[in-house]
């Protein structure tokens, strides 16, 4: 082995390129935050690549997977207090309708982790229909509205 390749000065290379890509990182992240993003929509697109890797399991019969997955989607984290409070306030009555698919949702992705401890196909597809009616009834019960008064998009 040669030792000489230990030399300090072979790691300086690497870390101007480490130095360079973390201030690319820190300036895409002061893009977004200017760009005023929802902590929700990052939550959402979680959920979506969730709901993905499960339908790829469930061709695979890879039940572990499929339990791990379903209790993330069961489990999935809330927006900070403030963006809650912001997303409440604008939902005003319209809050226990909003949380009634939100509770759907856990409550389906809660069976699925059942049916997939227990090898169970057939109650796993039907738990993750479940899950995605209550994903589309909020959606299209909501989603125009919000990104419209959040994000001014038409
Ligand atoms: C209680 C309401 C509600 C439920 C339940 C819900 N969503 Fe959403 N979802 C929203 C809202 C509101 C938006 C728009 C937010 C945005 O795009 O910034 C959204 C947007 C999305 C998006 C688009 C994100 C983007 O890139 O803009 C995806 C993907 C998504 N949801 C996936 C899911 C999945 C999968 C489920 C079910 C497991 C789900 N959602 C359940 C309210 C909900």
Redo the contacts with the bound molecule.
Sequence with gaps: MNFSNLNPMSFRVPALIIVFLLSIATASAQTVTAEKS?A??GI??K??RE?QLVTQAISKEDWSAISSLAAQ?ASHDEPPPPEKVQILTWLGPQASK??G??NQ?HQS?NAMVQSANQKDGVGVISAFAK??T??L???QT??KD??QH??SKP
Excluded: N, P, V
């Design positions: 929802m929700l929509k959402m697109e959920m979506g709901m989607i909003f949380r698919f939100d949702s992705a899950i995605q209550a994903c009834g909020c959606h909501f989603r919000y990104l959040f994000y």
